[in-house]
Nanobody
């Protein structure tokens, strides 16, 4: 059983910054991929960024150069530093953990609103 808890969502003005956190607990395999996904109103959930246990990262084109994903040394806390935020970044941001054998866990999400 894996438990993921996101935090850090807030209302921010365009051009501002936010840092999201995801704390993972439970039975976590050493080999895994953690990621951030988001879902805007009326849209499907989409990938934002992922980071493997080896530190390899992947970003959606829409956030490259603005967002940075990272995880702590223990590997069980993940961050998303979001800079130069735009109104179109408004969404519920979800933490995800993928492990071998098809294990796939999700957090409940944290709301990011970018508006003046």
């Amino acid at each position: 059983q894996v438990h993921l808890v996101e935090s850090g969502g807030d209302l921010v003005q365009p051009g501002g910054s936010l840092r999201l956190s995801c704390a993972a607990s439970g039975s976590i395999f050493r080999i895994n991929v953690m990621g951030w996904y988001r879902q805007a109103p009326g849209k499907e959930r989409e990938l934002v960024a992922t980071v493997t246990n080896f530190g390899l990262t992947n970003y959606a084109d829409s956030v490259k150069g603005r967002f940075t994903i990272s995880r702590d040394n223990a590997g069980n806390t993940m961050y998303l530093q979001m800079n130069s935020l735009r109104p179109e970044d408004t969404a519920v941001y979800y933490c995800n953990l993928k492990m071998p054998m098809g294990l796939d866990s999700w957090g409940k999400g944290t709301l990011v609103t970018v508006s003046s």
